[in-house]
């Protein structure tokens, strides 16, 4: 997660990390990114039931009731154990995890136990009533996915309408006085209505968005061939870090964030030095902060039938079962291999990743994109768009 806004538009500084020691407990949550004890924020798949049926879908999800999902009481257990662990965050997704007819039980309970709770929905099941017990729970943020304008979002969706009543939601959060943001998945069906987005953000006064890059995961892994090459992907990139700079100059200080591609990082800090900004060294700090990808570290998956992943992408590999086990144990059991280097990638990594200079800052990016495109999750990632001279490989000097 890099932070565009924060860092290139100047609204956070080394020094606002350092004044609360770092600690994930301790630091409010614009950032919590930069973290240094990464304890893991935790995606928690509460359902896999799902009212739309997306293209993209890791979960591969569906209208339909699945068996072996955690009960109330199996997710209340799981909660306790996260806030005594020191988890900063829960994430309640699914599927949808506004169908799981306990969400506001166990989301109000997460807020009790001094856990951030937040929702990643499709957005369409929020109504005017919801939004309130969203409220009144003490809900922290509700993050809508929208992949692009109603046409194309709804084709994204597999249900026409999707988008309106998406934006319906949102308006409804934003009455109840919930942050509210947008959450947009980048391939090449949807790369051209990035500014459309943006044009969202200022006519609905949204006051987040989140621009995911592409994971292959799930149904995903069949939108590999409509992932973006490394010049649009750069492009896109310098256009959402124009267009974020030219709200922060209107005065319209939007929170914009570029999700599942650390390369960003980099690439952002390059480009101020090519600008002869005067904040890159600083902006470099905060991404050494950071530490690029943390699947396995500072950010885990819990399934709807209690499995642990690395993240909500690796959903393949399960190091255990919160039904048999604590999570806090199996995230620190280091006797699966795995999950002792994802712990510590950097001896593992192969081939340019290995040798580049900006390793402690991206954190070798996503594994599991690299396994799923070579079959090797040791490999590159070939989501990096970096040149070799721009990472400093002697052959590429």
């Known amino acids: 997660m890099i932070g565009i806004s924060k860092l290139y538009c100047g609204t956070v500084e080394p020094s606002d990390v350092l004044r609360y020691g770092s600690a994930s407990k301790k630091l409010p949550s614009h950032l919590l990114q930069f973290s240094a004890d990464k304890k893991p924020v935790v995606v928690w798949n509460c359902t896999r039931r799902c009212n739309l049926r997306c293209v993209h879908c890791y979960a591969q999800s569906a209208d339909q009731e699945y068996s072996g999902e955690m009960t109330t009481a199996?997710?209340?257990a799981l909660l306790e154990d996260l806030a005594e662990f020191g988890s900063p965050v829960v994430l309640f997704s699914g599927g949808e995890p506004l169908m799981r007819k306990d969400l506001l039980e166990l989301a109000g309970r997460a807020v009790k136990l001094g856990l951030r709770a937040v929702i990643s929905t499709n957005g369409t099941l929020i109504d005017a009533k919801r939004a309130e017990q969203l409220r009144e729970i003490g809900l922290s943020y509700v993050g809508v996915s929208l992949d692009g304008m109603q046409q194309i979002n709804d084709k994204f969706r597999g249900l026409k309408g999707a988008f309106a009543k998406a934006l319906t939601g949102i308006r409804n959060c934003l009455k109840a006085g919930i942050k509210v943001g947008l959450?947009?998945?980048i391939n090449k069906r949807n790369v051209a209505d990035v500014p459309d987005i943006f044009s969202l953000?200022?006519?609905?006064?949204?006051?987040?968005?989140c621009f995911y890059h592409l994971v292959y995961a799930g149904r995903g892994s069949a939108l590999m061939k409509e992932d973006l090459n490394h010049?649009?992907?750069?492009?896109?990139?310098?256009?959402?870090i124009?267009?974020?700079?030219?709200?922060?100059?209107?005065?319209?200080?939007k929170e914009v964030?570029?999700?599942?591609?650390?390369?960003?990082?980099?690439y952002l800090y390059l480009r101020m030095l090519r600008e002869n900004n005067p904040r890159a060294k600083d902006v470099m700090e905060l991404l050494r902060m950071n530490g690029g990808?943390?699947?396995?570290?500072?950010?885990?998956?819990?399934?709807w039938d209690g499995a642990v992943h690395a993240d909500q992408f690796w959903r393949h590999v399960t190091f255990g079962n919160v039904k048999e086990r604590r999570f806090s144990r199996i995230w620190t059991d280091l006797s699966n291999p795995l999950m002792a280097k994802l712990k510590d990638k950097r001896p593992h990594l192969k081939g340019r990743c290995a040798a580049c200079k900006f390793l402690d800052v991206c954190g070798g990016n996503f594994r599991v994109r690299a396994e799923a495109a070579t079959g090797d999750l040791w490999a590159p990632d070939p989501a990096c768009y970096l040149s070799d001279t721009e990472i400093g490989l002697e052959e590429g000097i």
């Open 231 to 240: 010049e649009q992907t750069r492009g896109v990139v310098d256009l959402i």
């Open 183 to 185: 959450r947009f998945t």
């Open 201 to 209: 953000l200022r006519d609905e006064n949204i006051p987040r968005v």
């Open 293 to 303: 990808n943390s699947s396995g570290r500072g950010i885990g998956c819990v399934s």
């Open 74 to 76: 199996e997710g209340l």
């Open 257 to 266: 964030l570029t999700v599942d591609n650390h390369t960003d990082g980099p």
């Open 242 to 253: 124009d267009r974020t700079a030219g709200l922060h100059k209107q005065g319209l200080a």
